[in-house]
């Protein structure tokens, strides 16, 4: 599962938009009679990242909805740009209660792309999606809780954010405001595994050589992000 590109999804996009696929189709420029479309953009600032994401999404009144993301557009030459893509159904079978599911597919770099079978469902507070990696056989997990609404605090969003993969956890905790002109900010402290590598030195035959030696580790992360939406 590429991490970072569901990590934007879970703050911005996967937990609000098996809801708004329900949405009567209000205050959108960019519509027809049985369309709608939705483009956005966001500037992320973290502990070691300073990037630009965007997105172009459609829906439509009977359910259909399909959408592409592009992530980590940024200055650093060391980092490839990354692609996301979805198409699927959406449905409230009844109120606060909806069901979602479909085929996504995301490129970390030109020589590997994801092919992945999703499912969602949202029950009042609750939002829980499941990815499964159609060529690795991976189950994927994300799990979201509106606090906010259950404290009914209407001031600014809470939310707790959870992605769990290949036995890992990455937990986020997100605060954001969203404003009827489209801006939108927010912070996010995260806890995430990353990968990272550490040079060793060492002696064979009279000779000293050095070897970088990957590794896996556990670490707290700050971000603010600002978005608009048109």
Known sequence: MNIQIFFTLIIILVSHSITDAQSTFENVDSKTENFEFELGTFLNIGSEQFEFDGYLEMKTRSGIFSDIWFDQVDLNQDTDIQRYASIGFMKEVKKNHILGFGYA?????????????????????????????VQNKNLSLIGNFDIS?????????????????GGNTDMFCRL?????????????????????SEYKSFEKNGNTYIKEIPFEKNGFFNSIFIGYVF
Not at 107 to 123: A, Q, S, V
Not at 149 to 165: A, C, E, P, R, V
Not at 178 to 196: C, K, L, T
Request: aromatic content about 18%; hydrophobic content about 40%; proline content about 0%.
């Open 105 to 133: 597919n995301s490129m970390i770099n030109l020589d590997e792309l994801i092919h992945e079978l999703f499912i969602g469902m949202t029950l009042d507070n609750i939002t829980g999606m499941g990815y499964f990696d």
């Open 176 to 196: 954001s405001k969203a404003y009827n002109n489209g801006f939108s900010i927010g912070y996010i402290f995260s806890r995430e595994r990353f990968e990272s």
């Open 149 to 165: 609404s259950i404290i009914n605090f209407k001031k600014f969003d809470i939310s707790i954010d959870g992605l769990f993969y």
